[in-house]
Antibody
Framework: QVQLVQSGTEVKKPGASVKVSCRTS????????ITWVRQAPGQGLEWMGW????????NYEPKFQGRFTMTTDTSTSTAYMELASLTSDDTGVYYC??????????WGQGTLLTVSS | DIQMTQSPSSLSASVGDRVTITCRAS??????LAWYQQRPGKVPKVLIY???TLQPGVPSRFSGSGSGTDFTLTISSLQPEDVATYYC?????????FGPGTKVETK
C-alpha cells in the first residue's frame, strides 16, 4: 500500500536550517506530485508548496519563497524540504503528502520541528 | 492571492444531527475545492475533492456541494467519530490555500 515515511523530530536554534525527508513507497513516484503542509501548535493547516517529481515543476507559497526549497530524488522515491533562517514561528508539524486529483490523498506521519534558543 | 474563509469556526451538535459547514473563496475557483477531516492528534484525511467527489472509503453521510465562490460540506447524521476539525482547500492553481478550519464537537 502507499506509504510516506518522514524523518524524525528536529530541534533547531533560530537562524539555522532544517531538512526533512519523505520516503515514499507503494506507487509510481514520478506519477504524482508531492506537497508540503505545516501546522503550528494548536493552529490550522498551512500549504507550503508543491513539486512534481516527473519534471521538477515547483510552486511555492509566496510567504516561504526564498527560504524554502523542495527537491526530489527519483532514484530513492524520496522528497525533501529544506527551510532556512528558522524562527520560533516555524515551530510546528511538517507533513508531506502525495497528490492525486489535485489534492493530498496520502500523508506522511508528520515531522515535529521545534525552533528554540 | 485568493483567500478562503469558513463558517462557523466551531459548532456543537448532537449525534444524529445534520451538520453543515460553509467555505467561501474570495474569487471564483470553479469546482476545485477539497474538504479534509483532522481528528485530534491525527493526520489530515481528504474527504471530498472537486467540490462533490467523495474520496473512496469515506462514509456516504459526508457530501459536498458548490461551485465558484461558495461551497458546503454536509454531514447528514453526525457520529461520535466525526468529532474533528474540518478544513477546506482550493486546489485549482497555486497557492493551494486552506481555510481556517471548523471544529465540530458533540453535545
Amino acid at each position: 500500500q502507499v506509504q510516506l515515511v518522514q524523518s524524525g523530530t528536529e530541534v533547531k536554534k533560530p537562524g539555522a536550517s532544517v531538512k526533512v525527508s519523505c520516503r515514499t513507497s507503494g506507487y509510481i513516484f514520478i506519477n504524482h506530485g508531492i506537497t508540503w503542509v505545516r501546522q503550528a501548535p494548536g493552529q490550522g493547516l498551512e500549504w507550503m508548496g508543491w513539486i512534481s517529481p516527473y519534471n521538477g515543476q515547483i510552486n511555492y507559497e509566496p510567504k516561504f519563497q526564498g527560504r524554502f526549497t523542495m527537491t526530489t530524488d527519483t532514484s530513492t522515491s524520496t522528497a525533501y524540504m529544506e527551510l532556512a533562517s528558522l524562527t520560533s514561528d516555524d515551530t510546528g508539524v511538517y507533513y508531506c503528502a502525495k497528490i492525486d486529483f489535485g489534492t493530498p490523498d496520502d500523508w506522511g506521519q508528520g515531522t515535529l520541528l521545534t525552533v528554540s534558543s | 492571492d485568493i483567500q478562503m474563509t469558513q463558517s462557523p469556526s466551531s459548532l456543537s451538535a448532537s449525534v444524529g444531527d445534520r451538520v453543515t459547514i460553509t467555505c467561501r473563496a474570495s474569487r471564483d475557483i470553479g469546482p476545485y475545492l477539497a474538504w479534509y477531516q483532522q481528528r485530534p492528534g491525527k493526520v489530515p484525511k481528504v474527504l471530498i475533492y472537486t467540490a462533490s467527489t467523495l474520496q473512496p472509503g469515506v462514509p456516504s453521510r459526508f457530501s459536498g456541494s458548490g461551485s465558484g465562490t461558495d461551497f458546503t460540506l454536509t454531514i447528514s447524521s453526525l457520529q461520535p467519530e466525526d468529532v474533528a476539525t474540518y478544513y477546506c482547500q482550493k486546489h485549482n492553481s497555486a497557492p493551494h490555500t486552506f481555510g481556517p478550519g471548523t471544529k465540530v464537537e458533540t453535545k
